[in-house]
């Protein structure tokens, strides 16, 4: 599976983005998939996961209530919307994918698209 992320830009505090992950070969559907993010200085991290269906979601504490991911296995795409940033939503956003199951953990996933910058201006 390959993966490209797209979306980033430098948006205010308040506002919404939306990220897209496009992913190609004919097996995405079984695939779970997960965004996780790297700010400067820090190790990447865990944001949200959405399992092969759809039908289950996972989330960080950070961004619970502001973020949703998505998918549309019919067009190999993966989403995740952003509302109301905040400047320590500052990161690169990666898209992963993992046979299967969803999962909250970085070292579980096989493959890792490029990452598209989210910049957070106060």
């Known amino acids: 599976v390959q993966l490209q992320a797209s979306g980033g830009g430098l948006v205010q505090a308040g506002g919404s983005l939306r990220l897209s992950c496009a992913a190609s070969?004919?097996?995405?559907?079984?695939?779970?998939m997960g965004w996780f993010r790297q700010a400067p200085g820090k190790e990447r991290e865990f944001v949200a996961a959405?399992?092969?269906?759809?039908?289950?979601?996972y989330y960080a504490d950070s961004v619970k209530g502001r973020f949703t991911i998505s998918r549309d296995n019919a067009k190999n795409m993966v989403y995740l919307q952003m509302n109301s940033l905040k400047p320590e939503d500052t990161a690169v956003y990666y898209c992963?994918?993992?046979?299967?199951?969803?999962?909250?953990?970085?070292?579980?996933?096989?493959?890792w698209g490029q990452g598209t910058l989210v910049t957070v201006s106060s």
């Open positions: 959405i399992n092969w269906s759809g039908g289950t979601t």
């Open positions: 070969g004919h097996t995405f559907s079984s695939y779970g």
């Open positions: 992963a994918a993992r046979r299967v199951a969803a999962s909250t953990r970085l070292y579980e996933y096989d493959y």
